[in-house]
């Protein structure tokens, strides 16, 4: 019974060591009803530093450092199949925390499974590589691991979010500090507790809830990690990325996200409006990745637009725990007040809602953070809500006319994370995928991933790549070796 799932504790998991924090307390809120999950007490500074010395010395124990890659590749493996075990209790803890639907929490659970397998067998099948020799000398170029390397997860999908960075950190020959969202720690505690009962050697994961301000400024400036892998809001990477500049370390940035749809007038029309409602309002729109400018061709576009609003206000918004439902609460009051205001602002400058844009009120409501999917037509290109990324379920609609016209208005803006594109003409799709800059572009379909799929952004949207099999050596050095194979001296020392 879900019921009697008990919340993870109040204590960090600091380099394999359970223990109480020493920072300020985290209080974790169920969104549906506002009852308390747990309260926690975040790291400190010492608790940051503490970690970083555990992370240092286990990455460097023989015991790891000179570990075989299939033998660490082991270790991915059980936390996959520890992760599967327990999907039922991680969906619980997860929708909790978060206010996501079960079905999207086991999801989610079961994504973070797939990741940990697939990086074992990345680990195992990474080859190095023996370049083309310029003299009496073999010559090699090898990856190997950075050492110590932290990870910034975002609140909205965590379990998924943390799998995306640990799994390939540890199958590189790393030890990583994890640094949750405060707003949901909970599933991110859960996991350590999966992974070190694969007994992977103490140290080599910590996971510090925390402040961004203490938790994750120490992280990215601490002389001792050397790579911070974020995934969060713009404006914070940004001041992210020029703390690590100064001491010269690399980081991969997936930030925020303002992304087009486009609907052509030969779409499948059914096919698109399934497409727009999950890419837009799945989450109840908490995605970075989700579709919030949409492009329809003026030919269609009235009729549309009629029935995408219709099929938007026949969702079901409800309770995570209930199997209809399709948008779930918000994640925090504060939140749905940063949404709300973005629509209070499209309404200000001209906007016309033609759905949405009110808390659904009643029984089951009141007591929640919901908010109704939203649509909203005739807004200024230039106003905030066509402009800046809303993290919510509100939808901007604009007609276009010309192919041309599309590509610079779905380009007219800092992001460039993900696109979606609707036509029954897949060389128009990819004469369109190639002119939009934007990491990701879906034809026919949105929001789907896959793990062997290089992800990430371009323009505020972020740097480097998840995923794939660079995401390995995303978390590597590479180093060149040269091996003399000729046994004589070299001649200029004329001995």
Same mark, same amino acid.
Request: glycine content about 10%; charged content about 20%; proline content about 5%.
């Given at each position: 019974?879900? &019921?009697?799932i008990?919340m ?9 060591? !359970?223990?109480? =924090?020493? =920072? ?5 809120v ?7 999950n ?5 790291a ?5 530093e ?9 990455a460097n ?7 075989k890659?299939h ?8 936390i996959?199949? /520890? ?6 209790r ?6 909790? &925390?978060?206010?996501? +639907?079960?079905g999207?929490t ?6 973070a499974? /797939? ?16 370049t ?7 010559t090699?170029?090898? !990856?190997?691991?950075?050492? %110590? %390397? ?6 909205n999908?965590p ?13 590189a ?12 720690p ?7 507790r999966?992974?070190?009962? +694969?007994?992977l050697?103490?140290?080599?994961l910590? $996971? ?5 301000? $203490? ?6 400036t601490? @002389? ?20 690590a500049? #100064?001491?010269?370390?690399? %980081? ?13 007038? &030969? ?27 949409l ?9 549309f637009?009629?029935?995408l609003?219709?099929?938007? *206000?026949?969702?079901?918004? =409800?309770? @995570? ?9 918000l994640i925090?009051?504060?939140?749905? /007040?940063? %949404?709300?205001?973005f ?11 033609l759905?949405?844009?009110?808390? @659904? +009120?009643g ?24 402009? #800046? ?12 006319d ?10 007219d ?8 594109i !609707?036509?029954?003409d ?11 800059t934007?990491?990701?572009? !879906? ?6 991933f ?10 505020a949207?972020g ?5 794939? *099999?660079?995401?390995?050596?995303a978390?590597?050095?590479q180093?060149?070796?040269y ?12 001995v």
């Amino acid at each position: 019974m879900l &019921d009697k799932i008990d919340m993870p504790r109040d204590t960090l998991y600091l380099g394999g060591e !359970w223990r109480k =924090g020493n =920072g300020a307390e985290i209080s974790s809120v169920f969104p549906a009803d506002r009852s308390p999950n747990a309260t926690i007490s975040g790291a400190s500074a010492a608790d940051v530093e503490e970690a970083i010395a555990r992370a240092q010395a286990a990455a460097n124990a023989p015991a790891w450092k000179r570990l075989k890659p299939h033998e660490r590749a082991g270790y991915l493996y059980r936390i996959s199949e /520890g992760i599967a075990r327990n999907v039922d209790r991680i969906s619980y803890i997860q929708t909790r &925390d978060t206010g996501k +639907t079960l079905g999207e929490t086991r999801a989610l659970a079961m994504s973070a499974a /797939g990741t940990f397998r697939y990086f074992a067998a990345v680990c195992e099948t990474e080859e190095d590589q023996i370049t083309p020799s310029r003299g009496d000398y073999l010559t090699l170029s090898r !990856w190997e691991p950075i050492g %110590v %390397v932290a990870a910034i997860t975002p609140w909205n999908s965590p379990i998924a979010s943390d799998a995306q960075k640990i799994a390939p950190a540890l199958a590189a020959g790393n030890a990583v500090i994890l640094k949750p969202a405060s707003w949901s720690p909970l599933v991110s505690l859960e996991l350590a507790r999966i992974i070190d009962e +694969t007994d992977l050697p103490k140290g080599l994961l910590s $996971v510090l809830p925390g402040s961004g301000s $203490v938790v994750g400024d120490l992280l990215v400036t601490h @002389p001792a990690v050397g790579r911070v892998s974020f995934t969060g809001g713009t404006a914070v990477g940004r001041a992210l990325a020029r703390k690590a500049a #100064e001491k010269l370390m690399p %980081v991969s940035l997936e930030l925020g996200g303002k992304s087009p749809t486009i609907v052509f007038a &030969d779409a499948d029309i059914r096919q698109t409006i399934a497409g727009i409602l999950f890419g837009i309002f799945s989450s109840s729109g908490q995605s970075c990745i989700a579709g919030s400018r949409l492009y329809v061709e003026r030919a269609i576009y009235r009729e549309f637009v009629e029935q995408l609003v219709a099929a938007t *206000r026949a969702l079901k918004v =409800g309770h @995570p725990f209930e199997a209809s439902t399709q948008v779930a609460p918000l994640i925090h009051e504060d939140h749905r /007040g940063s %949404v709300e205001r973005f629509i209070a602002g499209a309404r200000r400058d001209g906007g016309n809602i033609l759905a949405g844009g009110q808390r @659904p +009120t009643g029984a089951g409501y009141d007591e929640g953070i919901y908010l109704e999917p939203t649509i909203i037509a005739d807004a200024d290109p230039a106003s905030e809500i066509c402009r #800046e990324e809303v993290f919510g379920p509100v939808l901007a609609v604009f007609p276009f006319d010309a192919e041309e016209d599309v590509i610079r208005a779905g380009n007219d803006n800092d992001y460039g994370l993900a696109c979606g594109i !609707w036509t029954r003409d897949v060389v128009k799709a990819l004469r369109v995928g190639r002119d939009i800059t934007a990491g990701t572009i !879906w034809i026919n379909t949105y929001k789907q991933f896959s793990i062997s799929t290089p992800f990430g952004g371009m323009k505020a949207s972020g740097v480097g790549r998840e995923k794939g *099999r660079d995401g390995l050596r995303a978390y590597m050095q590479q180093k060149s070796y040269y091996i003399d194979t000729s046994g004589a001296p070299l001649p200029w020392a004329g001995v």
